[in-house]
């Protein structure tokens, strides 16, 4: 089982987020998936079912201890950057 040794792991990150988003939106998704919840990460939605197959990603989408912040890019807009491990 070779992906119980070496799960996959995708980075992204949510560019141009604004201050509303980032008090709203972003901070409950984060804050009700949390590190025990999972996510479904899809690359690209316009990708072949066979494709889809093999990118999407299920698993955590915020480790252990990772808070809800983000970083300010410039004044009206911030980003946040996530790892997903993927979970069997």
Known sequence: MPAL???RITRFTLPLLTN???RAQH???VAAIGA?????WIPDTGLAL???????LWGAIAA???EAIAVRDYPAASSRSFRI???L
């Open 5 to 7: 040794a070496n799960p």
């Open 36 to 40: 025990a919840g999972d996510a479904l």
């Open 27 to 29: 901070r409950t998704m």
């Open 20 to 22: 509303t988003e980032i």
């Open 64 to 66: 252990s201890g990772d």
């Open 50 to 56: 066979s494709e889809l197959n093999a990118r999407c």
């Open 85 to 87: 491990v993927e979970r």
